[in-house]
């Protein structure tokens, strides 16, 4: 019996160089990825330090609730941060690594107080705002380069995200 099956054509690459993995982008390709990553850790870092200054710090009836919220969410951002800067490095490229850098590409901004529990969790609210936006660029951009890696992982992110602003939205009630 004759073989009916073709082979399937291949999707065409959408990173321009004929290939459709980051191993075969050209520098400036995985610059625009890592510059988008780089900014994305860089509000993780700054996100984190606020989580912990949080958490260290908070008071009142809310004590026990939020001390344990806020440490199993900065011990997440902590992983996550140490994913994009590994994948930063998957590009041959360099992570942000001083929080001198941080500070000056971020877009949340760092809590020089200790506030209330009521906006602390206002705050921790506004932060995955922008961390959600930050995230879906970033996956804009994976989608339109054909990187699939960075997508699977921010889309991740996406999710934890998504599902921490419902809790603490509910919490705030």
Do not use: C
Request: overall charge negative; glycine content about 4%.
């Amino acid at each position: 019996m004759p073989n009916t099956l073709t082979a399937p054509t291949k999707a065409p690459a959408r990173n321009g160089t004929g290939q459709r993995h980051a191993l075969h982008w050209t520098p400036a390709d995985r610059r625009r990825v890592t510059d988008t990553l780089n900014v994305l850790l860089a509000n993780y870092q700054v996100h984190y330090q606020k989580l912990r200054n949080y958490h260290w710090n908070v008071k009142g009836s809310d004590f026990f609730d939020l001390h344990e919220q806020l440490e199993a969410q900065y011990q997440e951002a902590q992983a996550n941060i140490d994913r994009i800067a590994e994948r930063v490095r998957v590009f041959q490229e360099r992570p942000l690594s001083t929080f001198t850098e941080y500070l000056e590409q971020s877009t949340v901004k760092e809590d020089r107080t200790v506030p209330a529990s009521d906006k602390m969790v206002q705050q921790i609210l506004a932060d995955y705002t922008v961390l959600l936006d930050h995230l879906s660029e970033a996956v804009d951009l994976a989608e339109e380069m054909a990187d699939a890696g960075t997508e699977t992982m921010v889309k991740g992110f996406i999710q934890q995200i998504e599902k921490h602003h419902w809790m603490l939205s509910a919490f705030k009630g």
